[in-house]
């Protein structure tokens, strides 16, 4: 075969090549949002996102600071169809991602980095196809999002936390704490339930974890369908009878109410 041939060859796999991989090799267009807004500890900030994961963190400083990242996975034209709307008053925020009702294949997320005054109010924060990561001080926090991931790591305050199709995470928390989840299990660390623990998922376990058993007073509800019940920690039991599938008990003197339950999965409480 000739030197002509040989190049050809080349030159055409050279061709294919490029045009295979170029879609891979692309990067995504991306569009940063920073706003910074005055709010005070016991003011409000509410957040409602479609797509994306969302992120808080409380600081000392008396504004919230929002950087909302839009990433298009196919065109730079698309970042323009996703809006992203703040209101502000003196006492509250509000944060809104709005997708287009006609564009229902529109490939593009929104995240949220939030910075919060801590002490103050968040009256709900709501994500689909995303991950929550909150952490801080709060007068009190409604949390919930749709196939993604719950990490709540040294909350303080009354904070109730859902999710569909994703697992929950507790690490450190003080205050009423409440979550929910279906298709998905709960570990709790370091818990401090002080002011009661309720924790249910349908499909998935439940790991609680006590920071100081020892210096834990509350009252111990704890229900399975299709799972058994591990405790490492001395309870007194209420009744005489004890089951797999079932325990009420008192730890330490009793107290605030921990109940934990769950359809398919186990439920094990230590140290």
């Known amino acids: 075969m000739s030197i002509r041939y040989h190049k050809a060859v080349f030159a055409f796999i050279l061709f294919f090549m490029a045009v295979v991989a170029a879609p891979l090799l692309r990067a995504d267009y991306t569009e940063e949002i920073v706003k910074s807004f005055p709010l005070r500890s016991g003011g409000s900030f509410s957040l409602d996102n479609t797509n994306g994961s969302v992120k808080i963190a409380t600081w000392?400083?008396?504004?919230?600071?929002?950087?909302?990242?839009?990433?298009?996975?196919?065109?730079?034209?698309?970042?323009?169809?996703?809006?992203?709307?703040?209101?502000?008053?003196?006492?509250?925020?509000?944060?809104?991602?709005?997708?287009?009702?006609?564009?229902?294949?529109?490939?593009?997320?929104?995240?949220?980095?939030?910075?919060?005054?801590?002490?103050?109010?968040?009256?709900?924060?709501?994500?689909?196809?995303?991950?929550?990561?909150?952490?801080?001080e709060f007068v009190s926090a409604r949390l919930g999002t749709t196939n993604g991931t719950v990490v709540l790591a040294g909350c303080r305050g009354d904070v109730r936390a859902g999710s569909t199709n994703g697992d929950i995470e507790v690490d450190g928390a003080e205050g009423r704490i409440e979550v929910e989840t279906t298709n998905g299990s709960i570990t709790i660390r370091n818990a401090v339930p002080k002011d009661?623990?309720?924790?249910?998922?349908?499909?998935?376990?439940?790991?609680?974890?006590?920071?100081?058993?020892?210096?834990?007073?509350?009252?111990?509800?704890?229900?399975?369908?299709?799972?058994?019940?591990?405790?490492?920690?001395?309870?007194?039991?209420?009744?005489?009878?004890?089951?797999?599938?079932?325990?009420?008990?008192?730890?330490g003197s009793g107290g605030p109410a921990i109940r934990l339950s769950t359809t398919n999965g186990s439920i094990r409480i230590g140290r």
């Open 196 to 251: 009661g623990l309720d924790a249910e998922t349908t499909n998935g376990g439940i790991t609680l974890q006590l920071a100081a058993p020892d210096k834990v007073n509350a009252n111990l509800s704890v229900r399975t369908t299709n799972g058994h019940i591990e405790t490492d920690i001395p309870v007194t039991l209420d009744r005489l009878t004890k089951s797999r599938h079932s325990l009420d008990a008192r730890i």
């Open 60 to 136: 000392a400083e008396d504004r919230v600071e929002v950087r909302a990242l839009k990433v298009a996975k196919k065109d730079k034209e698309d970042l323009a169809e996703v809006k992203v709307e703040f209101e502000a008053t003196a006492d509250a925020v509000a944060v809104k991602a709005i997708w287009p009702t006609e564009r229902r294949n529109l490939q593009v997320e929104v995240t949220f980095d939030v910075h919060l005054p801590a002490g103050v109010k968040v009256a709900g924060v709501e994500t689909t196809n995303g991950n929550l990561d909150v952490r801080g």
